[in-house]
């Protein structure tokens, strides 16, 4: 065994792993001249302009969203129930709903998004879970707990 390690282990010019230098040279040369235009303070305003002008034809913006009639609201919430009691089993429809009608049943449990509070009150929720599993000492300490650590007490007693 030898006390010094072949060219090829290091990447060495003489391995077999290397490239070329031509070909390093190559290399460089056409990433430089591909990215060279687009990091050009320039370009950034066109650019910007021109995927305006894409995104947003004629300078506005699209359409405001039309808000469904409540027949429409009907329709979609029938639609989303059908959807649901499809994708359950048979057994378990039978199971859960009895000889009831599921899609009935479904629509009634579907009936409580409708309520504004909860919807907040769901959103809310969801922001928090994944604030918290972004940053877990938010859910130990609070955000005023982490002000008043990081920058001083009075921040702290403002939150």
């Known amino acids: 065994m030898s006390l010094h390690p072949s060219p090829s282990l290091l990447g060495l010019p003489g391995s077999r792993k290397s490239k070329p230098y031509f070909l390093q040279q190559r290399s460089r040369f056409l990433a430089?001249?591909?990215?060279a235009p687009?990091?050009?303070?320039?370009?950034?305003?066109?650019?910007?302009?021109?995927a305006r002008g894409a995104l947003f034809p004629?300078?506005?913006?699209g359409p405001p969203r039309k808000v469904p009639t409540p027949e429409e609201q009907a329709a979609i919430l029938r639609r989303c129930a059908?959807?649901?009691?499809?994708?359950?089993?048979?057994?378990?429809r039978a199971v859960y709903f009895?000889?009831?009608?599921?899609v009935a049943e479904i629509e009634g449990m579907l009936g409580v998004f409708g309520d504004g509070y909860l919807n907040r009150h769901l959103v809310f929720g969801i922001l928090e879970r994944i604030v918290v599993r972004l940053a877990p000492e938010v859910a130990e300490q609070g955000v005023g707990g982490?002000?008043?650590?990081?920058v001083g007490?009075?921040?702290?007693?403002?939150?």
């Open 146 to 150: 982490l002000m008043a650590e990081r």
């Open 82 to 92: 059908e959807v649901c009691a499809a994708a359950m089993p048979a057994p378990a």
């Open 38 to 50: 687009l990091r050009s303070p320039h370009l950034v305003p066109r650019a910007l302009r021109i």
């Open 58 to 61: 004629g300078n506005a913006p």
């Open 98 to 102: 009895g000889g009831r009608d599921a």
């Open 153 to 159: 007490g009075q921040w702290g007693e403002a939150l």
């Open 32 to 35: 430089q001249t591909l990215t």
